[in-house]
């Protein structure tokens, strides 16, 4: 099994920063791709970046600009980093990867758990 937990979340004022942070551990042969989602309140979740081999990078439009995704591939672990915050930004940050488990597995979905994001002045 993996476990994805993230850290870094918080209440922060608009125009503002905050760096998310996301560590996989556990059964791992091969990370695919790591990536960030959101969740507003009564809204569906929705990718907010993407890296993929830790070098391809795919960003949501809305945050393009303001929000930078990286990896350390020798620990695991994904960062974001989000600046010039927006009320709009508000909702719970979801870490996503896609995980061999062996040379032969196929690729396996893991989830963190969430970590709450609110912009407010």
């Known amino acids: 099994q993996v476990q994805l937990v993230e850290s870094g979340g918080g209440l922060v004022q608009p125009g503002g920063s905050l760096r998310l942070s996301c560590a996989a551990s556990?059964?791992?042969?091969?990370?695919?791709?790591m990536g960030w989602y959101r969740q507003a309140p009564g809204k569906q979740r929705e990718l907010v970046a993407l890296?993929?081999?830790?070098?391809?990078?795919n960003y949501a439009d809305s945050v393009k600009g303001r929000f930078t995704i990286s990896r350390d591939n020798a620990k695991n672990t994904v960062f974001l980093q989000m600046n010039s915050l927006k009320p709009e930004d508000t909702a719970v940050y979801y870490c996503?990867?896609?995980?061999?488990?062996?040379?032969?597995?196929?690729?396996?979905?893991?989830w963190g758990q969430g970590t709450q994001v609110t912009v407010s002045s």
């Open positions: 996503n990867a896609k995980i061999l488990h062996g040379p032969a597995s196929k690729l396996y979905d893991y």
């Open positions: 556990g059964s791992i042969f091969s990370i695919t791709s």
């Open positions: 890296i993929i081999g830790g070098i391809m990078t």
